[in-house]
C-alpha cells in the first residue's frame, strides 16, 4: 500500500512535468513540431498509466483467465498484477460475471449520458451566449461588487455549477427506481400478497426449486447433448419468470419430493431460529415427512386449510354423481386431492395402529379397509357407499382424534367413539342392509354374540403411555393430516391471519 502511494505521486508529478514541458518555449502563436512531439509523449506516458486497468478489464470480459490468475500464486504474476490485485484474500473469486458486469457498465453509461446531455443542452449550453455578452458590456456599476462583469458572470452560474454537481444522485435515483421496477415485474416480487396467492404458486415453487436452487452440473450432466442442455434452459427461464403453463406433481415416493422436503424445512428452522415465526407457525409451515406409507406429498398444513371440509361438501352436493366425476370435481383441486388420499391413509393408519395386533376388531377394520380400497380401485363407491354417511364419519374422527392427543387420554371414551364409528360403517355407511349373519360372512363382525352387546373394542385398544413411550406401539403423532389439522384447526385462522400480516 506504501507502494501504491508513492507510484500515484511520481505519476502526478511526471504528469505535471510532462504538461508543463508542453508550453515551455512556445509563446508564438503557431503549434511547433517540438510542442507536437511533447503531446506524443503525453500520450504515450498516459497508455503506460491506464495499461494495468487495461489488464483488469481484460480479466472481467474472460473469466477464465482471471479464475486461472486467482488460483495461481506465482511471484510473476504477483508483480504483473499487483496495481490492481492486492494481497488480500478476503472476498476473492467473487467477482461478478461479464454479463453482470455489461449491464453494470450500461446502467452508469446511460445515467452519465443523460446527465451530461442534460447538463450541456439545459444548463451550459442557454448560458454561454448571455456570459459572453455581459463580459464585453462597458461601463456597468453594480451596487454590491463594483464594475466587475466577471464576478457577475461567476454569480449567474453558481447555481448551474451547484445543480451540475448534484443532478447525478437525482438521476441516478430515477433510473435505479426505474430498473428496480421492472427486476421487480420480471421476477415478480411483491406478486404474493396473502395465503390465498401463496397456495397457488406453491406447487410451482416446489417444481422451480429444482431448477433455482439445486446444482445446475447436476441437472445438465443428465443428457449431455447440447439438445438437452438448450431444453433445460428454456425450462429454466419459463420456470423462472412464470411462462410455464404446466407442473409435473409431486408424489411421495420421488427423489425430488425428499429434496424439495429437505429444502423447504430447513428453510421453516432458520426462520424458527431466527425468531421471524414461533412454534404454531412452524407446525403450520412444515412439510411433515412421510412416517407412513401416505400416497401423496404431505403439504404444509396452511395449504390443506378447509380443504377435506370442502372435499366433503362436494360429495354431499354430488351424492348421485358417480366416482369419475365426484374424483374429477376434487382433483380439480391438487392441494384437496392430496388432503383426501392423505385422510384416508391416516384415518386407516390411525386406527389399525390404536388396536392390539391380531384382535378381532383390527380384523374387521382390515376387512372394511380392503373393501373400501377394492371399491376404489373397481370406481364402485359411490355405487356400495352412501356418501351423506361421509360427515358422520368425519365428526367421530375429529372427537377420536381430539381424545387421542389429549395428554390424558381416557380409554372408555376412545372405545365408546369406536363403537360409535363401527355401527355408522356398517349401518348407515354401506348401501346394501346385511344382519348379523351377512356381517360375519363378510368378516365385519365378530363371531362371539356377546361382543355385539357392549363388549365390542373392550380389550382391543391399546394407546401409547402417559410418559411418552411408545414401547413399540406407533409413531403416534402428529404425523397425518387428521392429527395435524384437528390439533391446530382451533388457532389455523388466527395464526395465518398473523403470519400473512407479518409477510406483507
Not at 489488464?55 to 473469466?63: E, N
Not at 406478486?191 to 452440473?217: D, G, T
Not at 406409507?293 to 371440509?309: A, D, G, K, M, S
Not at 354431499?316 to 380439480?332: F, G, P, T
Amino acid at each position: 500500500m506504501v507502494l501504491k502511494v508513492v507510484v500515484s505521486a511520481a505519476w502526478m508529478v511526471i504528469f505535471a512535468v510532462c504538461y508543463a514541458k508542453i508550453w515551455q518555449n512556445n509563446h508564438s502563436t503557431r503549434w511547433t513540431a517540438e510542442a507536437d512531439r511533447r503531446v506524443r509523449l503525453l500520450f504515450k506516458i498516459a497508455f503506460a498509466y491506464v495499461l494495468p486497468e487495461l489488464l483488469a478489464l481484460t480479466l472481467v470480459v474472460i473469466p477464465w483467465m482471471r479464475n486461472f490468475i486467482e488460483q495461481r500464486n506465482w511471484m510473476i504474476l504477483d508483480l504483473l498484477f499487483w496495481w490492481f490485485q492486492s494481497k488480500s484474500f478476503v472476498g476473492r473469486r467473487l467477482w461478478e460475471g461479464p454479463l453482470q458486469n455489461i449491464k453494470y457498465t450500461l446502467f452508469w453509461a446511460a445515467v452519465l449520458a443523460t446527465k451530461f446531455a442534460f447538463s450541456y443542452f439545459l444548463q451550459i449550453k442557454p448560458m454561454v451566449r448571455p456570459s459572453k455578452l455581459m463580459l464585453n458590456l462597458r461601463d456597468v456599476e453594480y451596487e454590491f461588487f463594483g464594475g466587475s462583469n466577471r464576478l457577475a458572470v461567476g454569480l449567474l452560474w453558481l447555481p448551474v455549477v451547484f445543480i451540475y454537481l448534484m443532478d447525478i444522485q437525482i438521476w441516478y435515483s430515477i433510473y435505479s427506481s426505474f430498473v428496480g421496477a421492472v427486476l421487480g415485474l420480471l421476477q415478480h416480487l411483491g406478486e404474493i400478497r396473502n395465503i390465498q396467492q401463496l397456495k397457488l404458486r406453491f406447487q410451482f415453487f416446489a417444481n422451480a426449486i429444482q431448477f433455482n436452487l439445486m446444482p445446475e452440473e447436476q441437472l445438465l450432466n443428465a443428457g449431455g447433448t447440447f439438445r438437452n442442455r438448450l431444453n433445460d434452459s428454456i425450462h429454466r427461464f419459463m420456470l423462472r419468470y412464470g411462462l410455464e403453463g404446466h407442473f409435473r406433481k409431486l408424489e411421495s415416493n420421488q427423489v425430488e419430493t425428499h429434496k424439495f422436503a429437505l429444502i423447504w424445512n430447513e428453510i421453516i428452522t432458520i426462520f424458527r431460529e431466527e425468531d421471524i415465526i414461533s412454534d404454531s407457525e412452524v407446525e403450520l409451515l412444515e412439510l411433515p415427512p412421510n412416517s407412513w406409507n401416505v400416497r401423496v406429498i404431505r403439504w404444509p398444513c396452511f395449504l390443506l386449510c378447509n380443504e377435506l371440509l370442502l372435499a366433503l361438501s362436494q360429495a354431499k352436493e354430488l351424492v348421485h354423481a358417480s366416482d369419475q366425476r365426484l374424483w374429477y370435481k376434487i382433483c380439480k383441486n391438487e392441494y384437496r386431492r392430496c388432503a383426501v388420499i392423505e385422510a384416508y391413509d391416516s384415518f386407516k393408519h390411525l386406527m389399525l395402529a390404536i388396536l392390539r395386533v391380531q384382535s378381532e376388531e383390527q380384523s374387521i377394520l382390515t376387512v372394511l379397509f380392503q373393501k373400501i380400497d377394492h371399491s376404489v380401485e373397481i370406481k364402485n363407491f359411490t355405487k356400495m357407499f352412501r356418501i351423506s354417511a361421509l360427515p358422520q364419519l368425519h365428526m367421530k374422527l375429529i372427537k377420536l382424534t381430539d381424545l387421542l392427543t389429549k395428554p390424558k387420554k381416557d380409554v372408555n371414551q376412545v372405545v365408546n367413539t369406536l363403537r360409535s364409528l363401527y355401527d355408522i360403517a356398517v349401518r348407515d355407511f354401506f348401501k346394501d342392509e346385511r344382519n348379523i349373519e351377512q356381517l360375519r360372512e363378510d368378516g365385519l363382525a365378530p363371531h362371539d354374540p356377546a361382543a355385539m352387546f357392549g363388549l365390542l373394542f373392550e380389550n382391543a385398544v391399546k394407546l401409547p403411555d402417559p410418559s411418552g413411550k411408545l414401547g413399540g406401539c406407533i409413531q403416534f403423532l402428529p404425523p397425518g393430516i387428521l392429527c395435524r389439522m384437528f390439533q391446530l384447526i382451533l388457532r389455523l385462522d388466527e395464526e395465518l391471519l398473523s403470519l400473512a400480516t407479518r409477510s406483507s
